[in-house]
């Protein structure tokens, strides 16, 4: 990908000794991941461009990889983007390649280096995942102006829409180390991935680049949590630093205090609501040894071990990744022998029979049937109703009537990517009558969440009980 | 003297200390049919003398002997088993895995104990212990058969058990060495009319014999070598009980015929015994028949139905008869449980709505390998369900009486000539009401089990020996198959890896024909075919000729007339419409070809390239190839310009330009290549269908015919198409003749010019031993610009290329084998009827290996 800076100042070519480059040849350095090379393309007394080329080599990136595997496993491909478009490769280049101009020192111009300076840089080209509009959120606080030109996926088939590359001018009156500085930090902030793995060591690099303008940005939050690569730790920690080093003044305390309040009224989310009611369910159908089939990573189990009652808690899910993460939250390893032999975890699937899963009271299908093809649904009813027979089966699923309510959800649009079908009540509720008349259960429903008076609740609950 | 026990048994070997059990053992049974209990408490304690470790010692060992008694094995006991209670186990044992147990007594005097032990220097007991052991012997003897011991044998003196001979007989039931073939006969409940009819059907010529006024027999020619089998049930409610009997006596002293016992058979033996029996289910009937025949007729009866063995395992294991059916854990052996089983089942004791007891339905867990053929409760059609069959289709009741020909398993039957006796329960089962149109096996298939998928596996295949699936791979394909795959029944192949041709050195390649054609030169192949490479999605599409025709071979009720799915079981269109058409579509052209009436069939399974490779990889497509040629251009045509102002003036910047140059180009080359198999789908008219391997169609896996065979029908089938289906272009190559391999060579690298993905070489014959075993049943070539979208815009650049050259295609070949293997194994047995978790395991095992982590450009 290709940086170039221009300064206008006069005269223009003073840029050379700010940057440490002579305009005079191309300068090329050897990276770990490939080569960085400064040149020169326009060098007027008006007008002095410098450019950044970074040539990375993509065959090295698969063969000799050691860093993560970035998004989507996408350095482990050699049909990559990382050869052409900014990222943290490039931060690398330039603090590498500009290592004196980025900390604002100078030999011959340590004045002009201390001095704003009309510069205007542009990026070909730099993804933005979040699009324009967060390439303007991040740079206009910090007096760009902001000129980007997006590319479209492929001229030939103009339905697979705009990719998410542009390439992007900035133009601002700057010291030439806080333009490097921004420009070190926000372009993977725009990319939103890096190269290498984000350790502690991360969090000093960020708040020493960020000093002076990052405590105020608008987007702090957005810049730390993106930078960290959303480790929640490292950004929390960062965060508090950023900001606590000073007393907040009494006006922007009684703000905080507010935003508390506001926390603690804010209702209690849908999935806890709806692992409470699946307790008190459970605990009102007198079950003593439970099934939570399609458990996830252990959310209602967490809840069950908690509660003595249940003498015999089993989660099965059909990834055995995400019973891994199971067993790691609920501390498996180091439970105590007793609440440790209350629970086990199955990998298994609710489509093939399974004699593992008979003779238990009750089982808890919540969030799960409306990931499985409709049609492939028949099975699992069989599996469940027939075979496994428990004396009591709670399912909850969406309740599709309830979208209109949610904001952010484009009409039309399922819950979530994986979602085969959500149904209206009525679907569920016949479909649940059918299945409880073919298996000898009787049916009751229950809603979850806010109910409203036309389009009912978030979530829909059917309690089956053997008769 | 000669010792004699049965084949399968669990022998307890009786005496004190020093009676020579062990040297006896030794000498005549191997080594591992020995059990001792000195050996384990060694095994447990280190210290074969250690009484302390008795308890655990045991223990072991009884756990062992489970062991092999599941398995089949002979199992001796050498501990002194001189007191009751250390004998029970035994008994138990035998009870538990229904084999006879067997006691061989040494009965020697003490004296000679005491002096053998007072040799052995580990036995430091003293002489006590073998006093109290004799008694205890001694005490035990007359016992032994009460205790539950079918044979005793006794030693009495040192030189009887030198003189001993061990004589192994087989069980009764054990005919493996009679291979028929056979004609099995299912309940007669003497139907004479009807049994001569079926035997004149089945080719029988039966003459009838008069000896004197009263008494009759029957001479009976079976057709060349064949034997029937009769499953008994041969008398009770029908009208000519007496000559039914006859002819079947006639015709198992004659060894034309075998026969085992029924319930009835056995309950009327009971009454001629004399036993008080409840005269009902057609009991009268026999009774009243068998009055006017002779005494001696009766006592004849009497004695034939007394010798009849359970059931019968035939034809080296690969068949058991027996009234009521058989167990797998239960075949081939000998007990008062298994001879239950035999006459009258299982019950789950429940009764149901007719009074009825409840059977349990062994069938639906069988997982034997031996076929059971059996009757006892009247079916209205003999049905296949896990390898078993029940063939009694109620002549009796006005149904018919039905013949099983094995190893034919060719079904024959004559209808009943009148109604002789009314059931109690209607002939047609509630079940087959509420799915009135699919078999028991269908039925039971609607469900698979999950003991039959995950763990490691071992599937025998035919190709290619064992092929094992690793648990963490059939985890991987567990979740697979449970979030994405298509109804099971669908699902009888997934298609195979192919593995790349090896490197080529040739400078601006990475692949080229010449490895490919050395590769099977190198094998022994001298012929081969060059199929163009359709650069679009794996499809594996299922058509049948009818809704019906779908659910009679694939059971399959409601989802249309067949389904195109992708190489991981997923269904390819989430838009039914769409399937439909482009099923209609394909239907319409077997229709026009004939193929239906050409390969009698009624539907056919093929294996496809499914085009533009855009309408499946769409996401794909935006998320990697199309983001990426995007980027590529926009920063390197700005590089590009940025340098050409500097490069007349910089020596070095012409460099630069130059390679940044080549970059662009390569990056524009990079978007054409993968623009050649993207086209906007509106309809299915926009899709193409390139078949290449007609797989299968009724009876038949077209693995036996060549590569050309499958390009020139399915290329019929292309010419009768509107235009969804596309013909492959082809050439056949000898690769031991310079020219042929020259010419395909400029045929790859012209249709390689064009944007074409390449060519798939395959060994003439679709199955092709090579030096070491099979060899790859296809090699694929991939052209230079193909080649980008996999290797990345500049893989040519010589710096890449030279890195790239090296790769190994070893691993891959190894799984395309063991794939190419399973999914041929799925369909053979899918079209030998065989229960669907069978073809599942192969098809499930397709998916687990290809869970393997392999590079994924090769």
């Known amino acids: 990908m290709l940086l170039t800076i221009t300064y206008t100042g006069n005269p223009a070519t003073d840029l050379g000794y700010l940057l440490h480059k002579s305009p005079s040849r191309v300068h090329s350095f050897e990276q770990v991941f490939g080569k960085a090379h400064v040149f020169y393309p326009e060098t007027s007394p008006e007008r002095c461009t410098a450019a950044l080329l970074l040539e990375i080599d993509a065959i090295g990136l698969v063969r000799n990889r050691r860093g993560p595997s970035g998004e989507a496993h996408r350095l482990e491909q050699y049909v990559n983007d990382r050869p052409y478009a900014a990222s943290s490769f490039l931060s690398v280049a330039i603090a590498r390649t500009f290592g004196t101009a980025i900390t604002g020192r100078s030999k011959e111009r340590q004045k002009l280096a201390e001095t704003p300076l009309p510069l205007e840089t542009r990026i070909a080209v730099l993804p933005c995942r979040g699009g324009e509009n967060l390439l303007r959120r991040l740079f206009e606080p910090l007096a760009y102006e902001v000129t980007a030109l997006r590319h479209p996926l492929d001229t030939k088939f103009p339905e697979w829409g705009e990719s998410a590359y542009f390439t992007v001018t900035l133009k601002a009156i700057v010291r030439l180390s806080d333009l490097l500085t921004h420009l070190y930090v926000l372009i993977p902030v725009l990319d939103d991935d890096k190269h290498y793995w984000v350790g502690d060591a991360e969090v000093e690099k960020l708040l020493r680049h960020g000093e002076g303008w990052l405590r105020d940005h608008p987007e702090r939050e957005l810049i730390t949590n993106r930078y960290l690569k959303h480790q929640k730790r490292l950004a929390r920690e960062a965060l508090t630093r950023l900001i606590g080093e000073e007393e907040p003044e009494a006006e922007e305390l009684a703000e905080i205090h507010t935003r508390e309040e506001e926390a603690i009224e804010k209702p209690i989310s849908l999935a806890e609501q709806r692992i409470g009611a699946v307790m008190a369910v459970l605990r009102i159908s007198g079950a003593k040894r439970v099934l939570d089939l399609g458990c996830g990573e252990g959310r209602l189990l967490r809840e069950l071990l908690k509660d003595k009652t249940f003498a015999e808690i089993v989660g099965l899910d059909v990834s055995h990744r995400v019973l891994e993460i199971a067993a790691q939250r609920l501390h498996l390893d180091n439970l105590p022998t007793m609440q440790k032999e209350r629970i086990r975890l199955l990998h298994g699937s609710l489509t093939y029979r399974d004699a593992r899963l008979a003779g238990y009271d009750a089982a808890t299908v919540v ?45 039309g649009k399922m819950r979530h990517k994986d979602h085969r079908f959500e149904w209206t009540r009525a679907e569920f509720q016949s479909w649940a009558t059918k299945i409880a008349a073919q298996f000898g259960y009787s049916v009751r429903f229950l809603p979850i969440g806010p109910e409203d008076q036309t389009v009912g609740s978030p979530t829909q609950m059917g309690i089956f009980s053997r008769q | 003297m000669k010792l004699t026990i049965p084949e399968l048994a669990v022998v307890a070997l009786v005496g004190p200390s020093g009676s020579g059990k062990s040297t006896f053992a030794r000498k005549h049974f191997r080594g591992t049919e020995v059990l001792s209990s000195d050996f384990c408490r060694g095994l447990v304690s280190d210290d074969e003398n250690s009484q302390a470790a008795t308890n655990d010692a045991f223990e072991v060992l009884h756990f062992i002997a489970s062991k092999r008694l599941a398995a089949g094995k002979l199992v001796v006991i050498d501990a002194t088993n001189v007191q009751p209670e250390a004998r029970k186990p035994i008994i138990a044992l035998g009870r538990e895995y229904h084999c006879l147990p067997v006691a061989i007594v040494f009965d020697l005097p003490e004296k000679l104990c005491q002096e053998r032990n007072r040799t052995r220097p580990d036995r430091d007991f003293g002489p006590h212990v073998i006093r109290q052991q004799s008694q205890q012997l001694r005490r035990s003897l007359r016992g032994l058969e009460r205790e539950g011991f079918r044979r005793v044998h006794v030693l009495r003196s040192p030189e009887e058990a030198d003189a001993a001979e061990i004589v192994r007989e087989p069980l009764w039931n054990n005919l493996k060495h009679e291979h028929g073939p056979f004609d099995i006969i299912g309940d007669v409940h003497g139907c004479f009319d009807e049994l001569l009819d079926l035997l004149t059907k089945l080719g029988y010529s039966v003459e009838a014999r008069s000896n004197g006024a009263t008494s009759q027999s029957y001479s009976v020619r079976p057709p060349e070598g064949r034997k029937a089998i009769f499953l008994g049930d041969l008398v009770d409610r029908g009208p000519k009980i007496p000559d039914v009997l006859r002819l079947v006596m006639g015709m198992v002293e004659a060894g034309t015929a075998f026969c085992v016992p029924g319930n009835h058979d056995v309950k009327l033996m009971r009454k001629l015994r004399g036993k008080d029996v409840q005269i009902t289910h057609g009991l009268a009937e026999s009774l009243e028949q068998l009055n006017p025949e002779s005494p001696e007729f009766r006592a004849t ?57 409840v059977r349990y339905n062994w069938a639906a867990e069988y997982r034997g390998r031996a076929m059971v053929v059996y009757g006892h409760t009247p079916v209205p059609q003999p049905d296949w369900l896990n390898r078993t069959i029940n063939i009694d289709t109620g002549c009796v009741f006005g149904g018919s009486l039905t013949a099983l020909r094995h190893p034919e398993r060719e079904l024959l039957s004559v ?109 022994g192949v001298p012929r081969v075919v060059c199929e163009e490479k359709h650069m679009g999605s794996r499809a594996v599409v299922i058509v049948c000729r009818d809704e019906d025709a779908a659910r009679r071979r694939f059971g399959v009720i409601g ?22 058409e482009f099923l209609k579509k394909i239907h319409t052209a077997c229709d026009a070809a004939g193929f239906w009436e050409q390969f009698q069939t009624d539907w056919i399974c093929l294996d496809a390239e499914l085009m533009p490779w855009s309408a499946k990889a769409q996401e794909l497509l935006r998320q990697q190839y199309a983001a990426v040629g995007a980027a590529a251009q926009a920063s390197l045509s700005e590089t590009v310009a940025s340098l050409e102002h500097l490069a007349p003036k910089i020596g070095d910047a012409l460099v630069l330009l130059e390679r940044c140059k080549a970059r662009l180009n390569a990056a524009n080359l990079y978007v054409d290549a993968y623009r050649h198999y993207c086209w906007s789908v509106q309809s299915v008219s926009d899709l193409k269908l390139a078949p290449f391997h007609l797989l299968v169609t009724e009876g038949q896996v077209h693995v036996q015919k060549d590569h050309v065979w499958h390009m020139e029908k399915l290329g019929e089938l292309c010419k009768a198409s509107d235009g969804l289906l596309l013909a492959t272009p082809y050439k056949q190559v000898d690769v031991t003749d310079a020219a042929t391999v020259e010419e395909a060579t400029r045929w790859w690298e012209e249709l390689t010019a064009h944007g074409g993905e390449g060519m798939v070489v395959k060994p003439m014959d679709f199955i092709a031993r090579g030096r070491r075993g099979l060899t790859q049943p296809a090699v694929k070539c991939r052209g230079p610009e193909y080649l980008r979208i996999i290797y990345g815009p500049e893989y040519l650049l010589p710096e890449n290329l030279e890195r790239l050259r090296s790769r190994s295609t070893s691993a891959k070949r190894s799984f ?43």
């Open chain 1, 367 to 411: 969030e799960v049937i409306e990931h499985q093809d409709a049609p492939r649904l028949a099975a699992f009813e069989r599996v469940l109703f027939e075979f496994a027979h428990p004396q009591t089966v709670v399912v909850t699923t969406p309740n599709v009537e309830y979208n209109v309510k949610f904001e952010t959800l484009p009409a």
């Open chain 2, 301 to 357: 009866v009497l004695e034939f139905i007394d010798e009849l063995v359970s059931h019968y395992v035939l034809d080296d294991g690969k068949l058991v008869v027996a009234h009521a059916g058989m167990k797998e854990e239960m075949q081939g052996r000998g007990s008062g449980k298994v001879r239950d089983f035999a006459l009258y089942g299982e019950t789950t004791g429940e009764t149901d709505e007719f009074g009825l007891p």
């Open chain 2, 415 to 523: 209808p009943a000539r009148a109604t002789y006796a009314q059931p109690i329960k209607p002939l047609v089962a509630a079940t087959a009401e509420a799915t009135p149109s699919l078999t028991s096996q269908q039925i039971h298939d609607d469900l698979l089990d999950i003991d039959d998928v995950i763990g490691k596996r071992i599937v025998t295949t035919r190709l290619h020996h064992n092929v094992t699936v690793r648990e963490e791979n059939a985890l991987a394909a567990l979740e697979v198959i449970s979030r994405f795959a298509a109804n099971p029944k669908w699902l009888i192949y997934l298609p195979p890896t192919m593995s790349p041709t090896e490197t080529t050195s040739l400078p601006g390649f990475l692949e080229y024909p010449t490895e490919v054609f050395a590769y099977y030169r190198r094998e």
């Open chain 2, 559 to 580: 989802e249309g007339i067949g389904i195109c799915y992708t190489r991981t079981g997923r269904r390819f269109f989430d838009d039914a419409k769409i399937e439909t």
């Open chain 2, 816 to 858: 395309a084998l063991r794939e190419f293997a399973l999914g041929i194994e799925a369909l053979e047995r899918f079209v030998r009827n065989e229960p669907l978790r069978r073809v599942h395991e192969c098809v499930f095992g397709v998916l687990a290996l290809e869970s393997e982590p392999v590079d994924p450009r090769l």
